[in-house]
DNA sequence: CACCTCACTGACTTTTTGGTAAGTACCTGA
DNA sequence: TCAGGTACTTACCAAAAAGTCAGTGAGGTG
């Protein structure tokens, strides 16, 4: 979803940083607190290695998670929001509420 | 970007709903009221008529927008919000103003 | 010394999405 | 009869996103 630029409007930018398959379950996951990879890889069922770790990283640019390591041994790396993060969260709830509200209503009208 | 199904929270079904490339601009254009289809083809800026199509198609399958033929020469058709696609569009406005807030932010972070 | 965990990384393939360009149908007015 | 305006439709191609799968490094455990 290669987004338009310069951004018309405020959604067409905000789409462009949460766009992509994962990142809107990643973000969710990281709501209650922070994760590590591998918990965020359990978490956010379906994902792989990969996908988690390109879109944890896409978002890592954007400002929207942390990334700190921990220099132990096996590794540990903990991802959280950040405060432009904990905003854009803020912001999705409406939606999310919304897509709670009528779930129903989008499974059945999804297409096949 | 294909959805998760079934959804694992509201953002997912909402996500599926409003995926793709031109369906927020869609959306925003129809805010302010019915849209002839050459309208949309001229606001919503760089969309080709095959793609515009496509994406009503589908918000109209999810019963987000309304379509309306008149019957006339030449043909005129409208499309409008439906009370879903009005809630969806209310759901959308914190995040619309998220990216207008932090545009210059997220202008700065994309990626090349 | 072999094996384990954890967090990656990279090559390659498949799937999905978007774009191009041409054509259709309809009636109107010149 | 022929161009024009409007809203599509189709076939084909390109690009982007996502998936598969194998492999890496570093230190701790048996």
Same mark, same amino acid.
């Given at each position: 979803? #290669? #987004?338009v630029r !310069?951004? =018309?409007c405020g959604l067409d930018a905000a789409a462009d940083v949460i766009g992509?398959?994962?990142k809107p379950r990643i973000l969710w996951a990281l709501h209650h607190g922070p994760r590590r990879f591998g918990e965020l890889r359990k978490e956010v069922t379906g994902v792989t290695e990969k996908m +988690?770790? @390109? @879109? +944890?990283r896409e978002l890592e640019s954007r400002h929207i998670v942390h990334r700190e390591v921990f220099h132990q041994v096996p590794p540990?790396? &903990?991802y959280s929001l950040t405060e432009l993060g904990e905003s854009l969260n803020i912001a999705l709830m409406p939606l999310d509420q919304w897509g709670a509200d009528h779930m =129903? &209503?989008?499974e059945a009208?999804? !297409?096949c």
């Open positions: 979803m #290669a #987004a !310069p951004y =018309t992509g398959k994962w +988690l770790i @390109q @879109q +944890l540990k790396v &903990e =129903t &209503e989008i009208s999804r !297409p």
